[in-house]
């Protein structure tokens, strides 16, 4: 059964529609990846999966679940994370800080305990500490850990994002141009992440990007967006010799 079932999600704002009747599934174990040109509709339906957008019609099912009604803090509760295209981290904070705001979700103590900082509590945050460290491990980020976020390169600030969406556990993990702005090393460290969380984890990632290069060698199905319509959908080896694609991109 699949994880994600959008059907017939049509988004638009006054007279311009950013996403016409488009429908998609995402399976367990799958990498989608959504391209299209700019403009064609792709982070709106990131939006709309992650909440901050409210489709006019369709519906969206995650596990079962009707994500219509469910607010954006119930949606991360389920396990839907995100990047986002343009870096949105808290750039006064560590990067072990930045991290440790994603763990609010999996505090159970009060208020009162985790004022008091004892029993429960406390065992808390070690635990979710823990984890934290995990990933801060993982993306090799470790000289970076106590430092300030906006005083660091751009690529690194990346792969904090990218920490904190995994710091939620997500059971669905969405990926909004995770390599742009990135030089071919940085891309490629960054594509090896990727594909490790999957590898790993098994959880369905949505990405968009640009980089045709990334997404054939690591998407197993492509969705191609183009003034919020799907006009071509399959393997990426048919993708990119699907004409409509081509035209999309290059004009006739």
Request: aromatic share 6%.
């Amino acid at each position: 059964m699949p994880e994600l079932v959008i059907e017939d999600i049509v988004l638009h704002f006054g007279g311009l529609k950013a996403l016409d009747e488009v429908s998609l599934s995402v399976h367990r174990g799958e990498i989608l990846a959504v391209i299209g040109p700019n403009g064609a509709g792709k982070t709106s339906l990131l939006n709309c999966i992650s909440g901050f957008y409210s489709p006019q019609k369709g519906r969206m099912l995650f596990n079962g679940s009707d994500l219509g009604m469910m607010p954006v803090h119930k949606r991360a509760r389920q396990g839907i994370a995100r990047t986002f295209q343009n870096i949105e981290l808290f750039n006064g904070l560590s990067a072990l800080d930045n991290l440790l705001t994603a763990r609010h979700l999996h505090f159970k103590s009060n208020a009162l305990h985790a004022a008091l900082h004892y029993g429960r509590s406390r065992c808390e945050e070690v635990r979710n500490r823990e984890i934290v460290e995990q990933i801060i491990d993982f993306l090799e980020i470790k000289p970076e850990r106590k430092k300030v976020v906006g005083s660091l390169p751009y690529g690194i600030r990346k792969r904090i994002e990218l920490g904190r969406a995994l710091a939620i556990e997500p059971s669905l993990l969405l990926l909004d141009e995770p390599m742009s702005g990135m030089n071919v090393e940085e891309k490629e460290d960054m594509a090896r992440f990727i594909i490790d969380i999957f590898e790993e984890k098994q959880i369905p990632i949505i990405l968009i990007e640009h980089d045709m290069g990334v997404v054939m060698d690591i998407s197993d199905q492509v969705i191609v967006l183009d003034f919020g319509k799907i006009i071509a959908c399959g393997p990426p080896e048919q993708i990119a010799r699907n004409p409509k694609v081509i035209n999309a991109y290059l004009g006739k």
